[in-house]
């Protein structure tokens, strides 16, 4: 008798069939070690789960993300996933479909953590607008921290270190259990209120459950609120907290927040001999000015006074009387030229160039001149006037 035979999909039918039959199965909730974990490019999440030796493959679609997954899932996070198990049928294998993955464990701190921190950059409390400057010349420096451990043991060293002559004023507040971050908040408000320049919250690292009274909103909201500029100094370099992200300045260590706050004496002085070069060029600058405008002022004021009023006039005077003189010399000059070319032109027609040259000038006994024959007649008395003398004669005859 020849028994049933099956083709690939009719068992993984089958098998698909049972798991969806089976109520467990149907919505559980696993957990393990995120390993292999790979994001789709269309949104689908691929990874797996295991624990020791034994593993499963997972799988969220994209439509399950956004209320689903509340964080970026990485390798080696412990995690929760509730979601139901079945049977992929093109390739023959079980997988854990999730509709919701939570961190576990210390996972769940770092959840809360990421939440907060979402929450509170929605609401701008990390926004750079709102950062203020760290005073460049802090006198008087507020420290939120616990009164003894490093931190202000560091802060202390480092601060009088670079400046033996800043006041540090210390507020002593827990920086980890229960009490710490209500007592973080009245340290804040404590040396805001007494009117210091800069303030310094912070403590050594520790654990995220060491570090989480700074990761508390009572805490942002107090750094937030502060007229004083906060340097947020906890933990050690690789440590970030929500009070890192809404200070003003974050400083890697308390050593480092101090460097921040306290400017170096050496700097300071620095500075100061600086201004005094500055101030004495300025003041050379300014007399020089002065001395200038004094100069120019003096020789406004000589232009200006009456005795060099009097002298220019009396320098135009005599300016004017030498050039009437030049003026006067040169018209009288012109009318001599013009005299000795009229006298020449005359000389031309003088009679007495002519009788010089042997004409005679005649007149009748009245005086009157004869022009023409026709003016005598025979005995009449007639005068000729020459170069030396007067001849009387009488008229023989007319011709």
């Not at 593993?55 to 990485?74: D, E, I, P, W, Y």
């Not at 769940?108 to 979402?118: G, I, N, S, T, V």
């Not at 030229?337 to 002519?354: T, Y």
């Amino acid at each position: 008798m020849q028994k049933n035979v099956y083709s690939v999909e009719q068992l993984n039918k089958y098998i698909k069939n049972m798991f969806t039959q089976d109520y467990l199965l149907r919505s559980l909730q696993v957990k393990g070690e995120i390993s292999n974990c790979k994001y789709h490019p269309t949104g689908h999440i691929y990874f797996t789960l295991k624990e020791g030796s034994s593993a499963l493959k997972c799988v969220m679609f994209a439509g399950k993300r956004s209320r689903g997954l509340s964080f970026n899932l990485t390798d080696g996070q412990q995690v929760i996933i509730t979601g139901c198990v079945d049977v992929y049928l093109d390739g023959g294998q079980y997988q854990l479909y999730a509709d919701r993955i939570e961190l576990d464990g210390l996972g769940a701190l770092y959840e809360k953590y990421e939440l907060l921190k979402r929450e509170l950059e929605e609401e701008g409390m990390f926004a750079a607008e709102y950062k203020r400057e760290i005073p460049k010349n802090a006198q008087r420096i507020g420290i939120a921290t616990a009164s003894s451990g490093a931190a202000v043991r560091d802060i202390i060293n480092v601060a009088k270190r670079r400046n033996p002559y800043i006041e540090l004023i210390l507020y002593p507040t827990p920086v980890q259990g229960a009490d710490a971050a209500p007592g973080i908040v009245k340290a804040i408000k404590a040396l805001d209120d007494y009117g210091v320049d800069v303030i310094i919250v912070g403590r050594g690292g520790g654990s995220i459950e060491d570090l989480w009274a700074f990761n508390e909103r009572i805490v942002a909201q107090a750094i937030f609120d502060s007229n004083t500029p906060i340097i947020s100094a906890v933990g050690h370099e690789v440590d970030f907290t929500i009070a890192d992200f809404v200070a003003d300045k974050r400083a890697a260590t308390p050593s480092a927040a101090a460097e921040i706050a306290v400017r170096e004496l050496r700097e300071i002085d620095d500075l100061i001999a600086d201004k005094r070069r500055r101030l004495d060029s300025n003041i050379a600058e300014i007399i020089r000015q002065l001395r200038t405008e004094t100069e120019y002022k003096k020789r406004q004021l000589q232009l200006l006074s009456p005795q060099n009023k009097l002298k220019q006039s009396r320098e135009r005077v005599l300016a004017y009387a030498d050039r009437l003189e030049r003026d006067f010399e040169k018209i009288l000059n012109h009318r001599k030229n013009r005299l000795a070319l009229i006298a020449s032109r005359l000389d031309g027609v003088s009679p007495l160039k002519r009788l010089e040259s042997g004409f005679a000038y005649m007149a009748d006994s009245k005086g009157n001149r004869i022009k023409s024959i026709t003016q005598v007649k025979k005995d009449d008395s007639i005068n000729m006037t020459l170069a030396d003398g007067t001849i009387e004669a009488t008229v023989t005859d007319v011709h």
